[in-house]
């Protein structure tokens, strides 16, 4: 699931982190098409700016000693049958 508004109301723990630094200008672009929804500009791009933060430092090894200004978070079930 890709990482909501307001995580700290759902329980919401990312687990899984994407570099989205190659990409971020485009996705700034597209959310800067949300007519209304001006208040929420900034905080995307400061979360997308903390991800980076967490994929960085805290991803379990996912980022491998890569840079990463820009990420985003998702919380990946794990399923058992």
């Known amino acids: 699931m ?4 307001q995580s700290e109301q759902m329980e919401w723990k990312p687990n899984t982190f994407l570099d989205i630094s190659e990409v971020w200008e485009k996705k700034k672009a597209a959310i800067e098409c949300m007519q209304g929804q001006e208040h929420l500009w900034k905080f995307y791009e400061n979360l997308a700016e903390n991800r980076g933060n967490h994929f960085r430092r805290n991803s379990g090894g996912q980022a491998g000693g890569r840079s990463c200004e820009y990420s985003e978070g998702f919380q990946a079930s794990i399923r058992t049958v």
């Open 2 to 5: 890709f990482e909501p508004h």
